[in-house]
């Protein structure tokens, strides 16, 4: 079985990597992520990954590297990560009650192969208030996400809904990537059923949605245990 590398350290990318039932290690590159003057977001991560996986192959030169990169686009502009509040604050406004593009580049490599994919997914924001925006910023999940947001982060829940892959707004499109990877390996039987039947909604929306509501239902269920001991 050929080694696996996965050339990122987001814990999130591990996460959904998992779901394809395949062994593998994690590396971060370091690579230089500035933005080329004039450069399309989705020219960016086509970019991007094609470096971040030769960065990776160049530490594990048989290995079979798989390297991504994600960003949002709003209006033609690139939103990353917020530096601080008022960044993130900005950002957030932007995007309320509006749709916007998320492109990920997906770049598999393998000996001197090099496959790059580029992958659209168009998201749909909710008009959620100035109060949830502070709220959200206070619990300093922002500041490591792309465009300042996480599509399933259990109580902001900014997004009110998605056209393409969900994975891929995470920054994993898995339906593309393991059917690229089956390419190169062999790979178990699919579980995702938008893997194994494309014109199935998205699975992994399905398991984070419901994974969220089932920690708001066990939340529940122990303040109220702790409710009733408290009386």
């Given at each position: 079985?050929q ?14 990597l ?22 399309s ?20 030169p048989?290995?079979?590297i ?34 916007h ?26 008009d ?9 910023i ?41 059917h ?37 239902a ?14």
């Amino acid at each position: 079985m050929q080694k696996i590398i996965l050339a990122s350290a987001s814990p999130r990318r591990r996460e959904l990597l998992k779901l394809l039932d395949i062994e593998f290690e994690s590396i971060s590159t370091n690579t230089d992520e500035a933005r080329i003057e004039n450069e399309s977001a989705a020219a960016m991560v086509e970019r991007l990954s094609h470096l971040k996986a030769d960065a990776a192959h160049e530490v594990f030169p048989d290995a079979l590297i798989i390297a991504a990169d994600t960003d949002v686009e709003l209006d033609g502009a690139i939103l990353g990560k917020p530096r601080d509040a008022d960044e993130a604050r900005a950002m957030l406004n932007a995007l309320r009650n509006r749709a916007h593009n998320v492109f990920t580049g997906i770049t598999l490599a393998r000996n001197e192969l090099r496959e790059t994919e580029l992958v659209h997914s168009r998201v749909f924001m909710r008009d959620y208030s100035d109060a949830e925006i502070e709220a959200y910023i206070a619990s300093g999940d922002p500041f490591d996400k792309a465009a300042g947001y996480a599509v399933q982060h259990k109580n902001f829940r900014p997004v009110a809904r998605v056209e393409g892959c969900f994975a891929n707004v995470m920054g994993l499109p898995l339906c593309r990537l393991y059917h690229a990877l089956a390419r190169h390996v062999e790979m178990p039987a699919p579980r995702l059923e938008c893997i194994a039947h494309p014109e199935q909604a998205c699975s992994v929306e399905r398991m984070i949605l419901d994974a969220a509501m089932h920690h708001h239902a066990v939340r529940d269920s122990i303040g109220a245990v702790r409710d009733d001991a408290s009386r």
